[in-house]
């Protein structure tokens, strides 16, 4: 079971006596995208090694339902941030102007929605998805995106028998034949084809909607726009804590994993290296986070990828990217470059 995780954080007068540091703290409700992973290791490091104290924070931090139901969280005013997907965003920027939250540090810079199937099953190309059914969970960026890659792609959706199925159960319907695809999260369901002893690479076949023309962008932290606008200061904080673990778990992982061993004993710790290492190699690290640092994003490709939401969706408006990520709140870019940047 998943502990949740409250990170005290002390203040300087925490010394003299009567005064609690905890009392002036400021509380944030902080939900991850998923189940504990190793791509959460970063969250629980920064609250291990102070880093959450240190700016005057108390966050607690719960597991998510899936990333674009973090944005749904954080609307709800449940939450004053959490680890979710761009693109869910973006929609409720349209739908619910100065409402949606806003991305503060966007972590990964390719997506990580894939269709995946079977090697030698009946799917050699996307289109052949029509007529099939797939394996969709509900709340899952993958599965509201689903139409915007049909659209890229060129095939119809509308043709695709979509099964709501839970997350756990996509890998073993589609090795059972009960469905002809799935709508994963490549990091996620690549781990679990090794933990059911699957060759990820051999045995089945990936159609990442990066490839097949959604040049979109995907999980990073988000904010409350009640959080944004009456406390940047926390803002400012939870960015600067979370980015110095997300370096610190870089040039040390398996420190970082320890960290989660302590939260949930049950996690295996190989495994979650893998999908860590994963992370790093396919979503986090790309050129242009080489070039502008973890958390930023090209402003230009951002709008792209807003027109293509909104074309997809048909959405009654058009948000500004500044309605959808702001770089206020990042550190310096030395502090936030890539070690294969030249750190």
């Known amino acids: 079971m998943l502990k949740t995780r409250h990170i005290a954080a002390l203040a300087g007068a925490l010394a003299l006596a009567g005064v609690s540091g905890a ?20 969250y629980y490091l920064a609250e291990e090694k102070g880093y959450f104290a240190e700016e005057g924070l108390e966050v ?54 894939a269709v995946l199937t079977t090697a030698d099953g009946p799917i050699a190309t996307l289109s052949d998805l029509e007529g099939r059914a797939v394996a969709a969970p509900p709340g899952s960026a993958s599965t509201k995106l689903f139409p915007a890659l049909a659209e890229a792609a060129g095939f119809d959706a509308s043709k695709v028998e979509q099964l709501s199925i839970a997350p756990n159960l996509q890998e073993q319907m589609l090795i059972q034949g009960q469905v002809q695809g799935a709508l994963v999260f490549n990091v996620t369901a690549y781990i679990n084809l090794l933990g059911q002893g699957r060759d990820p690479d051999g045995d089945f076949r990936w159609f990442p909607y990066g490839e097949a023309g959604l040049d979109i962008y995907s999980n990073g932290v988000m904010v409350s726009q009640k959080l944004l606008e009456e406390n940047p200061e926390a803002v400012a904080g939870l960015v600067r804590a979370i980015n110095r673990a997300v370096q610190d778990t870089i040039a040390d992982p398996d420190a970082a994993l320890a960290v989660l061993s ?54 009654p408006m058009t ?10 709140f990042l550190p310096p870019l030395e502090e936030r470059r890539l070690p294969t940047a030249g750190n």
Do not use: C
């Open 23 to 42: 009392a002036s703290a400021t509380e944030i409700r902080f939900s991850l995208d998923w189940k504990l992973q190793g791509v959460h290791a970063w």
């Open 262 to 315: 302590e939260v949930e004993p049950l996690l295996d710790l190989d495994t979650e290296r893998k999908r860590l290492d994963f992370a790093l190699a396919n979503l986090i690290v790309s050129p242009e986070s080489a070039e502008l640092g973890i958390g930023d994003l090209d402003t230009d490709r951002l709008a792209r990828g807003i027109d293509t939401i909104v074309s997809i969706y048909e959405l």
């Open 319 to 328: 948000p500004a990217p500044a309605e959808v990520f702001t770089a206020e």
């Open 60 to 113: 607690t931090i719960d597991q998510g339902e899936g990333s674009a139901a973090t944005v749904t969280r954080i609307l709800s005013g449940a939450y004053d941030a959490g680890f979710g997907d761009m693109n869910a965003i973006i929609q409720n920027a349209a739908a619910r102007p100065g409402e949606a939250p806003v991305m503060v540090y966007q972590i990964y810079n390719n997506p990580p929605f």
